[in-house]
Nanobody, 120 residues
Framework: QVQLVETGGGLVQAGDSLRLSCAAS????????MGWYRQAPGKQRELVAI?????????ADSVKGRFTISMSRDNAKNTVYLESNSLKPEDTAVYYC????????????WGQGTQVTVSS
């Protein structure tokens, strides 16, 4: 099992920056990738950014050039960060941390979500 705890959401104004963090604990050695998804009211959950354990990153077109994902490993704890710059009202959503792990089979884990609200 992997447990994910997100921090860093909040209310900001358009153009501001925000940093989200997600700490993973448990069987972190099995993690192959971590990422961030978001879900706005009335919309489906969508990928924001993902980072593999090898450092490969991928971003949604809507956040390219504004958001940066990074991941660190420290003993038994993995942490993934999302640096969000030039925030727009359309970035308002609940942001969920995600971890994809593999041991004898694939596992997908989710955090509880953190609200990001961008006012115009």
């Amino acid at each position: 099992q992997v447990q994910l705890v997100e921090t860093g959401g909040g209310l900001v104004q358009a153009g501001d920056s925000l940093r989200l963090s997600c700490a993973a604990s448990g069987r972190t050695f099995s993690i192959e990738a971590m990422g961030w998804y978001r879900q706005a009211p009335g919309k489906q959950r969508e990928l924001v950014a993902i980072c593999t354990s090898g450092g490969i990153t991928n971003y949604a077109d809507s956040v390219k050039g504004r958001f940066t994902i990074s991941m660190s490993r420290d003993n038994a704890k993995n942490t993934v960060y999302l640096e969000s710059n030039s925030l727009k009202p359309e970035d308002t959503a609940v942001y969920y941390c995600n971890a994809d792990a593999f041991d004898d089979r694939s596992h997908r884990y989710w955090g509880q979500g953190t609200q990001v609200t961008v006012s115009s």
